[in-house]
């Protein structure tokens, strides 16, 4: 399942750049996911465009966490609760950039299934990804515009530290803490 494309073009190049990621099961009928980058060249001969070169490599585990943080960030706009079913640790432990309280798994899920707010764009910025063995932390900016409950617009800009931990070969997160930035 291709996604996350780049594409770079001239009258006569082109450069195509994208994640791949591929589900497989492990050697114990578990569920996994797989994450590689390709790169495509393309050049226009004679009228038409040729592929010239492709390549693919694996990801560094670094760059699928950041792949995995803009994940969330689009399924906050979606408003799907299966991204956090799928990709949040049994034990996860929130902290509420909102209101500081403290959430679990179930609770960010009935949440995103009940909530009224509209998040119509979202990305996360200034990314650094701190690993040691099976946890890494990911600190960033996360921004976002919609419209809450009562139908009003919002923007909001929080720095975030999200730790994750690698379970059963996947990357779950762990916990997760927002602080507003005042613009």
């Known amino acids: ?15 195509i750049t994208h994640r791949v990621v591929f589900p497989y099961k492990d050697p114990a009928g578990k569920p996994q996911s797989g994450y590689r980058r390709s790169v495509h060249t393309l050049e226009k001969r004679d009228g ?15 760059d699928v966490l950041r792949y995995l943080e803009r994940d969330w960030a689009a399924a ?3 408003g799907d609760p ?4 799928h990709n949040y640790a049994d034990d996860f432990v929130g902290v509420s950039s909102r ?3 403290f959430s679990s ?5 009935a949440d995103m299934k009940t909530s009224k707010n509209d998040t119509t764009a979202a990305r996360v910025t200034n990314m650094d990804v701190r690993m040691s063995g099976d ?7 996360y921004h976002a515009t919609g419209t809450d409950e009562k139908g009003a617009n919002f923007t909001r800009h929080i720095a975030f530290t999200d730790a994750w931990k690698k379970q059963d070969g996947r990357w779950l997160v762990w916990s997760s803490q927002g602080t507003p930035i005042a613009d």
């Open 76 to 78: 906050d706009v979606s």
């Open 82 to 85: 299966s991204w956090i079913e």
């Open 1 to 15: 399942m291709p996604d996350h494309y780049i594409i770079q073009c001239s009258a006569n190049s082109a450069t």
């Open 135 to 141: 946890v890494a932390l990911v600190t960033g900016e």
């Open 99 to 101: 209101t500081g309280k």
């Open 48 to 62: 038409q465009w040729l592929v010239v070169s492709t390549m693919g490599s694996p990801l560094h585990p670094s």
């Open 105 to 109: 798994k179930a609770d960010d899920i």
